[in-house]
């Protein structure tokens, strides 16, 4: 088992005296929790036996079989219910029907990772909808990129569950079976921000592209209508432009099914785009504004010349150099096409361009550092995992700012 499955922390509450009260508190002073539900069935008409409840630094694990309807009278009525705070749940229909039919709970403020993760899928896919929804352990792996051995405790709890579901009723319970659901709601409020980041992809890079419009035009072309001007602006016509190439790439590389969803779970064998590229086309940021992006078999000399096409991309500005139409052109990141030429060690071509560059006083930013924005982006699934240098500034996002209350 991972170490991280056998040193995960969790306490368990059984009785009211000394641990509920302080818990109750604890919770209640959280602006976001993730939120499970065990027992047989989890319907209206099922048993609840276990509720979970994880926060920023601990997992509650509440016996509802033993506490019973005093529970939630005792607080967690008030906590499901408020507002002002964010639940995060995987699938909440059945607990949203079950607590509401046993224990006249309405869960309020919801973010649901699946159905974040659908729309997500049907934003990166141009329009298309998945067949199916998507596992908890599926989601996990796919967004936090978790590889799936190391998420054995939620296969675990699913199979005790299938074989036996009288297991919900014993007591004590066995300490794989608690420790399995502590782990069902650990990943619920990073897979959360994962998405969040790759859901406003677009939109923050559209608000980016905003910003640099007249900053980066002559001042002789502007003009005082342009600012006031209620036409549809050239750079968001681009949201279409980029929903017709993504679907273009989702029906090459996915089954269509007589519904006319998107089998996910069973791709087209990958075929690779014109530019090197095995994923959709501009999936967190329109083509136009896509930083270029460089294969580690390039050289100093080849980075240099594509940073000229782009000056702004760096701090300095350059004498720009003839080039043939690039993929970047075509809609695609920009790679290099030196297949033919031997390799060269990525370190080596790393410090060439970083001396250039500090020659020059320009900022170089170090392959450890990437933006936080790239690394949360949606990326689809099957792409390639070589390395590549981002000719890109860090920016953050203000993440929590979403989702935290719908007053």
């Excluded at 659901?181 to 859901?199: E, F």
């Excluded at 750079?235 to 007589?258: D, G, I, P, S, T």
């Excluded at 690039?326 to 030429?341: L, P, T």
Aim: glycine letters at 4%; hydrophobic letters at 35%; one cysteine or more.
């Amino acid at each position: 088992m991972d170490d991280e499955e056998e040193n995960v922390d969790f306490v368990v509450i059984d009785q009211f005296q000394e641990k509920f009260g302080p818990a109750i508190i604890h919770i209640q002073n959280q602006r976001v929790i993730g939120v499970g539900v065990d027992g047989v069935g989890i319907s209206q008409h099922e048993r609840v036996c276990w509720m979970q409840i994880s926060t920023k630094n601990q997992i509650y694990l509440f016996d509802i079989l033993l506490l019973g309807a005093r529970a939630f009278k005792n607080g967690l009525t008030r906590i499901l219910e408020d507002s002002n705070i964010l639940k995060v749940i995987h699938d909440c229909r059945g607990i949203s029907g079950c607590l509401y039919h046993q224990y006249a709970v309405n869960l309020a403020n919801i973010f649901d990772t699946q159905v974040a993760d659908v729309m997500l899928f049907h934003m990166e896919m141009g329009g298309f909808l998945p067949e199916r929804v998507s596992t908890l352990e599926e989601c996990i792996i796919r967004h936090l990129k978790i590889a799936s051995f190391r998420l054995s405790s939620l296969k675990l709890k699913a199979q005790l569950a299938e074989e036996n579901i009288e297991v919900w009723y014993v007591r004590p319970s066995p300490v794989s079976l608690l420790r399995a659901m502590a782990l069902s709601v650990i990943h619920l409020q990073p897979l959360r921000l994962v998405l969040l980041d790759a859901l406003m992809s677009d939109y923050t890079s559209l608000v980016d592209t905003y910003l640099s419009v007249f900053r980066e035009e002559p001042v002789d072309i502007q003009t005082g209508s342009q600012n006031t001007s209620l036409e549809l602006p050239k750079e968001l016509q681009e949201l279409e432009f980029m929903q017709k190439q993504r679907r273009e790439w989702a029906l090459e590389h996915y089954k269509v099914n007589e519904d006319g969803l998107l089998v996910r779970s069973d791709p087209k064998p990958l075929k690779k785009s014109p530019g090197g590229s095995a994923q959709p086309l501009s999936v967190d940021r329109p083509q136009s504004h896509e930083p270029p992006v460089v294969e580690a078999d390039a050289d100093a000399e080849s980075i240099a010349s594509l940073a000229e096409k782009d000056p702004t991309e760096i701090h300095k500005p350059m004498n720009q150099k003839k080039n043939e139409p690039s993929d970047q052109d075509q809609g695609f990141s920009c790679v290099s096409k030196k297949a033919e030429q031997p390799e060269v060690e990525i370190s080596e071509a790393a410090d060439e361009f970083k001396g250039a560059t500090e020659a020059n006083g320009w900022d170089y930013v170090n392959l450890e550092q990437s933006s936080t924005h790239t690394l949360k982006s949606g990326i689809s699934e099957g792409s390639p995992k070589s390395k590549k240098i981002p000719v890109s500034c860090e920016r953050s996002t203000d993440r929590d700012a979403h989702f935290i209350s719908r007053r």
